[in-house]
């Protein structure tokens, strides 16, 4: 009985590097925003050839399009809308489950970053993009709100600042890591999980 694994498709194979491309776009434009990004640029960081981007997806403006696609899709699944828990602990639940996604997958990283730093209309990798920063800023408003109704948050906390601050500190962690790839994700994590829950809670010192 052979051992050797079973040759991948012609299709497995562009499947891999669309996926390699597309990660690759994600830390270009985190790294150096959307305007400088050139599909020569993200061959090259994918480990291809300058021109394979263009033979995969033709023309800048139809990679931004799959890329917009790619975050998307994958934004959703790092930053999952929490159904089962309400007010405070949702918030923090959600917090916990962006940093196990962060910490396990370098990629969710510059995902996290480029979807939700720049609040700019024209710098939004696409209007589908922007409404996903907003939803994600807008849910996390509506936990503070429930939270303060729930008497687990303080009243004197703004929903709508408070859910700016912590993608802020989201994204300020990705930043670090970025500058520093040995810096402890998971720990940072924590760290912003009891930061979050000592300023909100309900009789903690603001």
Not at 57 to 82: D, H
Request: proline fraction near 4%; include cysteine; hydrophobic fraction near 40%.
């Amino acid at each position: 009985m052979s051992g050797t694994r079973p040759r991948r498709t012609q299709e497995e194979r562009r499947d891999e590097s669309e996926q390699r491309m597309l990660a690759a776009g994600l830390r270009l434009v985190a790294e150096q925003g959307i305007e400088k990004l050139t599909l020569a640029d993200v061959g090259k960081t994918a480990g291809y050839s300058r021109g394979l981007p263009a033979h995969h997806f033709g023309s800048k403006e139809q990679y931004l399009k799959a890329l917009a696609s790619y975050a998307t899709i994958e934004f959703e699944k790092t930053v999952p809308i929490e159904d089962r828990l309400s007010g405070l602990p949702a918030l923090l639940e959600l917090i916990r489950t962006v940093f196990v996604h962060l910490t396990a997958d370098p990629t969710r990283l510059l995902l996290t970053q480029v979807v939700l730093r720049d609040p700019r209309k024209e710098q939004a990798l696409s209007g589908e993009v922007g409404a996903l920063r907003d939803k994600t800023l807008a849910t996390l408003a509506q936990h503070v709100r429930t939270g303060i109704a729930a008497g687990q948050i303080r009243a004197s906390v703004d929903p709508e600042m408070a859910s700016l601050f912590l993608a802020a500190s989201i994204c300020g962690v990705v930043e670090t890591w970025m500058a520093n790839p040995d810096f402890d994700v998971a720990a940072a994590g924590t760290q912003l999980i009891e930061l979050t829950r000592h300023a909100l809670e309900q009789g903690k010192s603001p």
